[in-house]
Structure formats: C-alpha cells, structure tokens
C-alpha cells in the first residue's frame, strides 16, 4: 500500500488548492481516507475523511464550507478541494489509510498505519 499526496504550494489568502492523494497497490475507494495536517509546532489534526463504502466524507469545524473531499475511482485518487483559504491552514497535509481505518463525524480518527509523504501548504500575501 502506497499514497502519494501532491498539489500543495504558496498561495494568497482566499485563494484555491487541489490537493491529490494517488493510491498504488490497493484500491483506493475499498477504504476510509483521511486527511491530515500538521503546522509548525503544533499537533497534527485531522481535516477531513472519505468512507470507503458509500463515500461520505466529513471535515472539522474548522474547514467545513471551505474544503471538499472526493474521490476519482477510475483515478485511484482522493482530492482535498481547498478553498477561501486562510494563513492558519498552512501545514503540511497528509493523506493517509490502513485497512481497519475509519471516519467518524467528530473527525476524532484513529491513526492510520499507511501514510503519504505530505504536501506542504503555505498560505501568505
């Protein structure tokens, strides 16, 4: 199992990003995907999650009417949709799975064992 998160950079406030989480050697929509983040010295925290079984997906309060989650099934891949953002979502973003991995409404998830390398998000003027 391998993720590859991509698609971060430098943006101005208000401005849009696509984060992209590929999958190889498993098949991406058979399983919860996460979103993570991490800004410097603080704690990570999840932003978002996809299930895998009927693709509902859930944000923290924090990004909620800003961010989207989908997922491309015949791309492998689950997309982070960013927008109006602001200079405290800079960090760098994860995607991240395991088998027994799942979402929950309060986006309080477990941590996951397979993680992507992480794509850095910089927001700024």
Known sequence: VQLQASGGGLVQPGGSLRLSCAGSGFTLEHYAIGW??????KEREAVSCIRGSDGSTYYADSVKGRFTVSRDNAENTVYLQMNSLKPEDTAVYYCATDPVFFCRDTLELPTPDYWGQGTLVTVSS
Do not use: W
């Open 36 to 41: 993570f983040r991490q800004a410097p010295g």
